[in-house]
C-alpha cells in the first residue's frame, strides 16, 4: 500500500455539510460528540446463529454483516457473545450513572465514554466477550488466545479495528478495552493496523491527502483503491470529486469534513478483499 499522484476523469457530487457528521469513519470521543442519530439499525437477530447477551441488540447494517463474517471467519460463531452494540443516548446515560455508583468516578472515567461521546451511539461499535455463564457487560472477558486471538487477526479484513489500544491511551482517553471494536470498514481497518494508528490519528493521516493532490493509493491484486480527504465548504453544501471506478463511499469524518474511497476491480470478483468499504 502506498501513496501516489493520481490524475484520471471524475465527476462531482453535492453532499449536504451535515453529512459530515455521517459514516463509518466518524470520529467519537471525548472532543467529538455523537452529532447525528445512527442510520440504518437493523437488529442482530437478523443472523441467528450470533450469540447476545441480551435479546434486541442492534447494529448498523454493513457492520452487522461485516462481523457476522468475521466470526464465521475466526471460526468463534459459537464461542463468543455480542455483549452491546447500539446504544441510545439515554441508555449510555443510565450505564454511565450506574458505573459511578457501583465503581466509582475513576473505573467509569476509563472505561465508560461520556452520554452523547459514546461511539456505541453510532451503532459501529460492539462489544464482544467469552461466551460463558458471567459476564462482565462493561468488561468482559476477551482473551488473546485461541478463537478470540483468532477474531482479533481477522479483524481488520472485515473492516473492524480494535479501537481502544494500551498504547494509544494518551490519545483516546480511554483504557485498553480487549473488547471493543468499531466498524470503519475495509481497506482503512487494514491501513490503521499496518500503520499501527488509532482512529484520531488515522483522521488526522488521511488529511494529507487529497483528489488534486496526492492521494492515498491502495493497490491489490484484484482491485486498487484510492482514499483522500475533501474538507466542507463554507455554506451548506460541499462539491465532492469522485474517481471514475466500479463503487465509492464518502463518509464524513465528524470534525470538518469528508473521506472518500473509491475502488476500481481488476476482475469481477474481489476474492482477496473481505471487508466491505
Known sequence: MNAS??????YSIQVSNDE????HLVLVNQQHPVRKKAKQLIAVDTF??????????????TCLEQLHLLLQACGGIDDIVAVSGYRTKK????????????????YTSKYVAWPGHSEHQTGLAIDVGRLKATLDFIAPAFPDTGIYKSFRQHAADYGFILRYKREKQSITRIAYEPWHFRYVGYPHAKLMEQHDLCLEEYIDFVQHYRYDGEQLVVQEKHATTSIYYVPAEEGSHTEIPILQSDVYRVSGNNRDGFIVTVMTKHQEKLPGVRGNM
Open 48 to 61: 441467528p446463529s450470533i450469540k447476545q447477551i441480551d435479546k434486541g441488540m442492534k447494529l448498523e447494517k
Open 91 to 106: 441508555e449510555q446515560t443510565q450505564i454511565y450513572n450506574d458505573s459511578l455508583i457501583e465503581r466509582g468516578a475513576a
Open 20 to 23: 459530515q457528521f455521517n459514516g
Open 5 to 10: 499522484q493520481v490524475k484520471q476523469a471524475h
